[in-house]
């Protein structure tokens, strides 16, 4: 349901009292009010997005401990996927939705031209524990996901495609081969290694950068490592359609 809310609604429902929904207004977080004076109502995502802070700051304190990483990630958020996120009533089920939606945004970040809609019909199909493996860099994405033809849908929309074509790769996609493979022998142990997390590393290079230039080298070696991960992927990913091309 989505409605609209007065001050004193917004401080009663969330516990945020109105100090800090004015800092938050100030920093960027909330649009806030319709307008100035009597009358004036909040919008449903400010609501939301007053229900979420909270449990960020809490529940993923390490990942975000400042009021400018919140707000980096919320802003790359859709209106329904604040509204998913505020939904999530238990502590589990909120921290796999703010996986989740990290890895959708990594993917994102590599194949821009497809939609969020195709990637997350992919993530549906992950179990818990592979989105939070995946995330904290425990497992690497394309040990658990077929990216081959992702990455082919990604370069036929980036070169522009006829409805036709869209359409025909729309049907290919939601076809099983392309959805991740569950089953026990899809795990190696090799592809259990050690990786960075899957977080946009550009994402940390600006919020370090602007809040402590001393932390320079370690942003400068997350990057380099980011870097290194998504070209061992493109390498994976080249073999496979080299493969593929030969038979």
Do not use: W
């Not at 929904?21 to 995502?45: C, E, F, M, N, W």
């Not at 400018?68 to 998913?84: E, H, R």
């Not at 942003?219 to 493109?234: D, P, S």
């Amino acid at each position: 349901m989505i409605r609209s809310y007065t001050i004193n609604e917004l401080e009663e429902l969330t516990a945020v009292n109105k100090r800090t929904i004015s800092d938050y207004i100030t920093k960027g977080l909330l649009s806030g009010p319709s307008h100035r004076g009597r009358g004036a109502v909040y919008s449903q995502r400010d609501f939301n997005i007053l229900r979420v802070i909270p449990k960020l700051r809490s529940l993923l304190k390490d990942e975000y401990g400042s009021l400018k990483l919140i707000s980096i990630f919320l802003a790359q958020l859709s209106v329904p996927d604040i509204q998913t996120l505020a939904a999530r009533d238990t502590e589990r089920s909120f921290t796999v939705e703010v996986r989740r939606l990290r890895v959708r945004l990594s993917l994102m970040g590599l194949m821009p031209h497809v939609s969020p809609e195709k990637f997350d019909q992919v993530l549906d199909h992950l179990s818990p524990e592979q989105i939070c493996s995946i995330d904290t860099g425990r497992v690497q994405i394309g040990t658990v996901i077929d990216l081959s033809k992702l990455f082919s849908l990604e370069r036929e929309l980036s070169g522009g495609v006829s409805s036709e074509q869209l359409n025909r790769f729309t049907t290919d996609f939601e076809d099983t081969d392309i959805l991740p493979r569950l089953s026990g022998d899809f795990f190696p142990e090799q592809g259990l290694e050690e990786t960075i997390p899957v977080r946009s590393a550009s994402s940390a290079l600006k919020v370090n950068g602007q809040d402590d230039n001393a932390n320079g080298p370690e942003v400068k070696k997350l990057l380099v490592l980011k870097l290194e991960e998504i070209a061992n992927r493109l390498d994976r990913v080249e073999q496979m359609l080299d493969s593929e091309a030969g038979q």
